[in-house]
C-alpha cells in the first residue's frame, strides 16, 4: 500500500533554498546584446545574454529557448496550472527557477490575475519593529538570495474562462544558470518512483538519507544522474512520514496479522483507547520464545524514555544478549506495566526465575502483582539492576 502511494508524495521536490545563484557558473560566460549595450561579449553555449544599461545595471534574457517554449502576449490556456507548468518549463530552459506570486480573486472567488515569478523576486531585507532605529535593516537568516528580480509572467481570465497572457517581463537583474548546471534547477529536479522506493526500502533498514543518498549516487554513476539532491531525499522521507504518522499504528497491526498468519509461534497482542489511538502492544517471534525456554531464567527489562520501548532480554550460553520480547506502551504506570507482564507470561507459559529492572516504584508494583504465584506459576524474584545503582550511587551517597 505504501509503495503504491509513493508518487503520490512530494508532488514538487526540491529545497526552499532551490534559487539559481547556487549553481551558476558566473557573469564572465554570458553574453552581451541588447540596445543599450555599452560592452558585447557572445558565448552561445551559456544560453543567457547580459546588457548593460546606461546606469551601469546588468539584464539577463535568457537566449536558446524555443519559440514553442517562450510565452508570448495573448497566449491562452485552458487553467493556471496549465499556465505555470508552462512557464516553469521556460525557466529551467532558460536557466531560473519559478514560484508562484501574488492574486486576485473577483467577486465570486475565481482568480482573475495571477502572478509567476522568478524564484529572486522580493528581497530578504526586513525592517525590526523592536528597532528603534526604523532606518536599520536586518536581513533574514535564510539560505535563498533574492535580489528584486521583475522577471515574470501575469495571467488573467477571459470570458470563456480561459485564461491569458496578459503581461510577460523576461528581463532578469541576476545572471542565468548556464547549461551544465541547469540539472541542479528545481524545475530539472524529480525523484522518480524507483528513487523513492529506494529511500523507502532504505529506510525500512535504518539507512539515512545521506547515506541512501550516497548509495544512489553510486548505483547509477554520478550526482548529475540521480535526478535530485540530498535535499529531495530528505524532503521526501519528512513527506513520507507525514504520510504513515495518521496510520501507523493500523500498519503494524496489519503486519503482525501477516507474521501471524505465516508462523503460529508469533505472538502479538495490543489494546487501544478511547479515540481508537494504539496504547499498548507486545510482540514475540518463534526465535523469542525459543530462546526464553533456554536462556529464560534470567530476564532484564529496561524500559527507555520518550518512546517507551521495552526489550525483554537475556544472556545466552555465549554472554551474548538475547531479545526474548518487546513492547511499546503509552505510559510508566502500573496498569500498562501489569498488562504487559500478563501478556509475557501468557506468551512464555511460565514466569522466568529472576527479574532485573531499575528501580522504579510502578515497575516494583506490577513484578508483585503480575509474576506473583497466583496464576499455578512459579513466583519471580525482583531484583534491581547493578548498573543504575552504580549511576545512581555518586549522587545519592
Not at 508518487?7 to 533554498?17: E, L, R, T, V
Not at 539492576?385 to 549511576?391: E, G, K, L, S, V
Amino acid at each position: 500500500m505504501i509503495t503504491s502511494d509513493l508518487a503520490k508524495i512530494s508532488h514538487n521536490q526540491g529545497s526552499s533554498y532551490g534559487d539559481s545563484s547556487v549553481v551558476n557558473r558566473g557573469v564572465d560566460d554570458v553574453t552581451s546584446v541588447g540596445s543599450s549595450i555599452l560592452s558585447s561579449n557572445r558565448n552561445e553555449e551559456s544560453g543567457t545574454s547580459y546588457s548593460i544599461s546606461s546606469a551601469g545595471q546588468k539584464t539577463y534574457i535568457p537566449l536558446n529557448v524555443p519559440d514553442v517554449s517562450k510565452p508570448t502576449i495573448n497566449q491562452c490556456f485552458q487553467s493556471l496550472d496549465q499556465g505555470f507548468i508552462f512557464y516553469k518549463e521556460y525557466g529551467r530552459l532558460g536557466g531560473f527557477d519559478v514560484r508562484k506570486g501574488t492574486e486576485k480573486r473577483d467577486e465570486s472567488g475565481i482568480v482573475s490575475i495571477k502572478h509567476y515569478t522568478c524564484s529572486k523576486e522580493g528581497c530578504n531585507d526586513f525592517r525590526s519593529t523592536l528597532d528603534s532605529n526604523l532606518s536599520k535593516v536586518k536581513r533574514r537568516r535564510t539560505g535563498s538570495t533574492r535580489c528584486c528580480c521583475k522577471a515574470k509572467i501575469v495571467l488573467k481570465v477571459n470570458e470563456d474562462r480561459e485564461y491569458f497572457v496578459f503581461k510577460f517581463d523576461e528581463v532578469h537583474n541576476h545572471p542565468l544558470v548556464d547549461e551544465s548546471g541547469r540539472q541542479f534547477l528545481r524545475s530539472s529536479r524529480e525523484m522518480t518512483i524507483s528513487s523513492r522506493n529506494f529511500v523507502f526500502d532504505a529506510a525500512k533498514v535504518n539507512i539515512g538519507c545521506s547515506k541512501a543518498y550516497g548509495l544512489m549516487k553510486e548505483m547509477v554513476g554520478g550526482y548529475s544522474n540521480v535526478g535530485a539532491t540530498l535535499r529531495d531525499f530528505r524532503n521526501f522521507n519528512r513527506d513520507l512520514k507525514c504520510y504513515v504518522g495518521e496510520g501507523d499504528g493500523q500498519m503494524i497491526i496489519e503486519k503482525f496479522k501477516v507474521l501471524q498468519e505465516s508462523s503460529s509461534s508469533f505472538y502479538y497482542a495490543y489494546e487501544l483507547d478511547e479515540t481508537g489511538h494504539l496504547t499498548k502492544l507486545f510482540w514475540a517471534d518463534a526465535i523469542c520464545r525459543r530462546n526464553f525456554e533456554v536462556y529464560g531464567d534470567a530476564v532484564s527489562f529496561d524500559a527507555t524514555y520518550n518512546m517507551i520501548f521495552a526489550p525483554f532480554t537475556g544472556v545466552d550460553k555465549h554472554e551474548k544478549c538475547v531479545t526474548f520480547a518487546a513492547c511499546l506502551l503509552a505510559k510508566e504506570d502500573v496498569t500498562h506495566y501489569k498488562w504487559v507482564f500478563d501478556q509475557f507470561s501468557t506468551c512464555m507459559k511460565h514466569h522466568p526465575v529472576v527479574i532485573v529492572t531499575d528501580q522504579c516504584p510502578t515497575m516494583k508494583i506490577a513484578v508483585s502483582s503480575s509474576l506473583s504465584s497466583k496464576h499455578g506459576f512459579v513466583a519471580t524474584k525482583h531484583r534491581l539492576c547493578m548498573w543504575h545503582i552504580m549511576q545512581k550511587f555518586p549522587t545519592k551517597v
